[in-house]
């Protein structure tokens, strides 16, 4: 049975995300470190290489999201494909620099009346933003792969975000699987009983998703009834529900931050 | 709050097909601003934005500023001001009138949220390579056939909605002030 795209990209999107809490679990040197002192140190990395715009310096900040993850005991093949998405949609988005700067030529191709020009300078351009693009992706998964959702939600605490908000992440991240179960029940029963035309958009599509989306809405609404209801007998307060604390600051945390971000600054300032 | 936040998250991963084998998801802007209000639709929109950035690397950390603002805020309080003007002005009691503006609200709030990434984007030009007059155009043309989808998909919802819930939606900022909310609850007032 040939499975429909909206619900394969539902289920890897589920599945990417377990994934996140078994990798943060093991013993690898991301892992070890504070997650206030990663958060500040990947932050610090990503806003950095944005001033970077060598092409040779942006790939060698490169091996550090790699060389991290490898002491981190992160499967390179996973952490390769799981960061290869977005820099591939940044480089097609991209690819028209190649022929619209203006600069030394390296490659012509006549395509029937079209004269495609590839200059060296729109060649550097596409591939520091595509270079960098993969850096910024590639820092943000390790810093999430590392420390998984339940520590950057003890972090998020104890940098003082309100417990509302802390609340709601929580409360999304949890039910987003239960959304996403739910979702997958109502395609699979919908795919069973009907033909879709999924090449061309349609009225009929568009309003079975309008249909869907109210259907999954009314039940996730009554569910969210009897949580909260089941929540306030168990005597939940949400001023009380977010009292986590995260460890202290150890001299490798300070160390490992500060590191990391004065060789990145000296490389910017390169 | 939290589940129906959960549940728009999902729903953006919701797929539909558009011209030439490409896909299109909803913003979910106008869906969950009529639906929650425009102050907890664009905290809700904002946690999307945040989850999404930190879990699938979509979006980013620092463009999410920008997200926000075009999504989180333009996104959901461009179509709420919108309905909310046009109920005052025709006061609908008719089902046609009311998906019109549904419509309407969703397909501008769609359609001013990629005017303002364009912008953005040809702002930032020469670091982008597209200036304003060819970044604003694309953007805007792109998602107004978004638009059009996510109209209709917003009209089918809150249709739906008031058909068998209506109770939920009388607890919406926006749509609690349509006539036919404010009719049924006067005489209890009294």
């Given at each position: 049975?040939?499975?429909?795209?909206?619900?394969?990209?539902?289920?890897?999107?589920?599945?990417s995300l377990v994934y996140i809490e078994d990798l943060s679990g093991k013993k690898g040197l991301m892992q070890t470190i504070n997650p206030l002192a990663k958060l500040v140190a990947i932050t610090s990395m990503i806003v950095i290489s944005l001033f970077i715009s060598s092409l040779s310096y942006l790939a060698l900040i490169c091996l550090v999201p790699l060389i991290l993850a490898l002491t981190s005991r992160i499967p390179m093949e996973h952490f390769l494909s799981r960061t290869a998405l977005i820099p591939t949609f940044a480089a097609v988005?991209?690819?028209?620099?190649?022929?619209?700067?203006?600069?030394?030529?390296?490659?012509?191709?006549?395509?029937?009346?079209?004269?495609?020009?590839?200059?060296?300078?729109?060649?550097?351009?596409?591939?520091?933003?595509?270079?960098?693009?993969?850096?910024?992706?590639?820092s943000l998964t390790l810093l999430i792969l590392s420390t998984g959702f339940d520590k950057m939600l003890k972090l998020l605490s104890s940098l003082k975000v309100p417990p509302v908000i802390v609340q709601l992440f929580s409360l999304t991240y949890r039910y987003f699987f239960v959304s996403?179960?739910?979702?997958?029940?109502?395609?699979?029963?919908?795919?069973?009983?009907?033909?879709?035309?999924?090449?061309?958009?349609?009225?009929?599509?568009?309003?079975?998703?309008?249909?869907?989306?109210?259907?999954?809405?009314?039940?996730?609404?009554?569910?969210?009834?009897?949580?909260?209801?089941?929540?306030?007998?168990?005597?939940?307060?949400?001023?009380?529900?977010?009292?986590?604390?995260?460890?202290?600051?150890?001299?490798?945390?300070?160390?490992?931050?500060?590191?990391?971000?004065?060789?990145?600054?000296?490389?910017?300032?390169? | 709050?939290?589940?129906?936040?959960?549940?728009?998250?999902?729903?953006?991963?919701?797929?539909?097909?558009?011209?030439?084998?490409?896909?299109?998801?909803?913003?979910?802007?106008?869906?969950?601003?009529?639906?929650?209000?425009?102050?907890?639709?664009?905290?809700?929109?904002?946690?999307?934005?945040?989850?999404?950035?930190?879990?699938?690397?979509?979006?980013?950390?620092?463009?999410?500023?920008?997200?926000?603002?075009?999504?989180?805020?333009?996104?959901?309080?461009?179509?709420?001001?919108?309905?909310?003007?046009?109920?005052?002005?025709?006061?609908?009691?008719?089902?046609?009138?009311?998906?019109?503006?549904?419509?309407?609200?969703?397909?501008?709030?769609?359609?001013?949220?990629?005017?303002?990434?364009?912008?953005?984007?040809?702002?930032?030009?020469?670091?982008?390579?597209?200036?304003?007059?060819?970044?604003?155009?694309?953007?805007?043309?792109?998602?107004?056939?978004?638009?059009?989808?996510?109209?209709?998909?917003?009209?089918?919802?809150?249709?739906?909605?008031?058909?068998?819930?209506?109770?939920?939606?009388?607890?919406?900022?926006?749509?609690?002030?349509?006539?036919?909310?404010?009719?049924?609850?006067?005489?209890?007032?009294?």
């Open positions: 049975m040939k499975v429909p795209q909206s619900l394969r990209d539902l289920v890897e999107g589920a599945e988005i991209s690819l028209p620099v190649l022929f619209l700067t203006s600069g030394q030529p390296v490659f012509a191709a006549n395509i029937g009346a079209l004269n495609l020009t590839v200059t060296m300078e729109g060649l550097t351009r596409f591939l520091v933003f595509t270079v960098r693009v993969w850096f910024c992706v590639s996403v179960h739910e979702a997958q029940s109502v395609l699979i029963a919908k795919e069973a009983r009907t033909y879709v035309n999924k090449k061309t958009i349609n009225l009929q599509s568009l309003k079975d998703l309008g249909s869907i989306l109210a259907a999954l809405f009314i039940r996730t609404y009554e569910r969210s009834e009897r949580v909260y209801l089941a929540m306030k007998a168990r005597g939940f307060e949400i001023e009380n529900s977010n009292k986590l604390t995260m460890p202290a600051l150890r001299i490798r945390d300070v160390f490992f931050a500060s590191s990391l971000i004065i060789a990145f600054s000296l490389l910017a300032l390169l | 709050m939290g589940l129906l936040t959960a549940l728009f998250f999902a729903a953006m991963l919701l797929n539909f097909p558009l011209i030439g084998g490409t896909t299109a998801h909803l913003l979910g802007g106008a869906s969950i601003g009529l639906i929650l209000g425009p102050f907890a639709g664009c905290i809700s929109v904002t946690i999307i934005l945040v989850l999404q950035a930190l879990l699938f690397g979509d979006g980013g950390l620092t463009t999410l500023g920008a997200n926000v603002l075009n999504m989180g805020i333009i996104g959901v309080f461009i179509p709420c001001v919108l309905f909310f003007v046009m109920n005052k002005l025709f006061k609908p009691k008719a089902n046609g009138t009311l998906y019109a503006m549904i419509f309407i609200s969703a397909f501008v709030g769609d359609v001013f949220a990629a005017i303002a990434a364009g912008t953005e984007l040809g702002l930032s030009a020469p670091t982008f390579q597209y200036g304003l007059s060819i970044a604003v155009p694309v953007m805007a043309l792109n998602h107004s056939i978004i638009g059009v989808a996510e109209g209709i998909v917003t009209i089918v919802l809150i249709g739906t909605l008031l058909k068998l819930r209506p109770d939920v939606l009388e607890k919406s900022p926006i749509l609690s002030k349509l006539p036919f909310f404010q009719n049924k609850t006067e005489p209890k007032e009294e």
